[in-house]
């Protein structure tokens, strides 16, 4: 595969959106506490979320092989999904790095910057899936492109976020409920997940036949990968099924490593999940 940079950037981006998407939900949740109670929680996720964003950045560059050439492509905003989702990209991470920035310095989180952050996030989700599902690539051309990131943000969005609050949650901070939180998040995930099952379905049964560019059929390249496609699915649901276990326990002894743990097996789920997309073409 060729696409690493690609593959690294849509990764980092869509978890950090998804992310800011579970921590705004986190805030709703979490509204009885105080401001200072609010920021000691909220502070670190947002820096990490901050950084990993501008880790996709950074790959992107890495892509267009020049900062110069985003500003070069943005110029065709009008008609093309490239010059949108760069253009959407760079937004979310400048608010995402606005909020962050807000955070430390005034002591205090900014619900409403969370929430226009995570908005602009999604529409930049989509405009990835535009640009990749407007092309004449079998495989790429169809709603599981869509499906596969938005489920992508959700999953790893949720299990990220409850990742970054766990230390908080396991000490059992004074006014955080963090039963609701777990829980709400792993609604999030189930989510992301079904919407993944839905399109996948869609897409096999709908048998790509011919791409334009290669003569070949995604199903065809696919069927050398198998195996990985197998294991990605099963790891996500070992992830989902750890995950639940997490919502519904009530131990906090493991709480934290577990946390983790199911954040590494769905970043492995969704990691070969995404190299298999980007071996599509051929």
Not at 26 to 52: C, G, Q
Not at 179 to 207: E, H, N, Y
Not at 208 to 230: D, F, P, R
Request: glycine share 8%.
């Amino acid at each position: 595969m060729d696409e690493w940079a690609l593959f690294i950037f849509t990764l980092a981006v869509q978890a950090s959106i998804g992310g800011m998407v579970v921590l705004y939900l986190f805030n709703l949740i979490s509204s009885k506490l105080t401001e200072d109670e609010a920021y000691h929680l909220f502070r670190m996720p947002l820096i990490v979320i901050s950084v990993l964003s501008l880790l996709g950045l950074v790959a992107s560059f890495t892509h267009l092989g020049a900062p110069i050439n985003a500003f070069n492509t943005i110029r065709n905003i009008g008609s093309s999904w490239m010059s949108r989702e760069i253009v959407l990209t760079g937004a979310f991470i400048g608010l995402t790095c606005l909020t962050a920035g807000l955070t430390i310095v005034q002591k205090k989180v900014t619900p409403w910057l969370m929430l226009v952050t995570a908005i602009v996030g999604l529409v930049d989700v989509y405009a990835m899936g535009a640009l990749y599902a407007t092309t004449l690539v079998s495989g790429w051309n169809s709603i599981n492109t869509y499906t596969s990131f938005f489920g992508t943000t959700l999953i790893l969005g949720a299990v990220l976020a409850v990742s970054l609050v766990a230390p908080k949650l396991s000490n059992g901070t004074g006014g955080i409920n963090a039963k609701d939180l777990i829980r709400s998040a792993f609604a999030v995930a189930i989510f992301g997940f079904a919407i993944q099952v839905v399109g996948s379905a869609m897409f096999f049964t709908a048998g790509h036949e011919v791409t334009m560019i290669s003569a070949v059929s995604a199903t065809t390249i696919l069927a050398n990968y198998k195996g990985m496609i197998a294991f990605g699915w099963i790891a996500s649901i070992i992830g989902m099924f750890l995950f639940g276990y997490l919502a519904v326990s009530k131990s906090r002894k493991t709480f934290v490593s577990l946390t983790f743990a199911s954040l590494a097996i769905f970043i492995i789920a969704q990691g070969l999940s995404r190299y298999v997309f980007y071996v599509m073409p051929g």
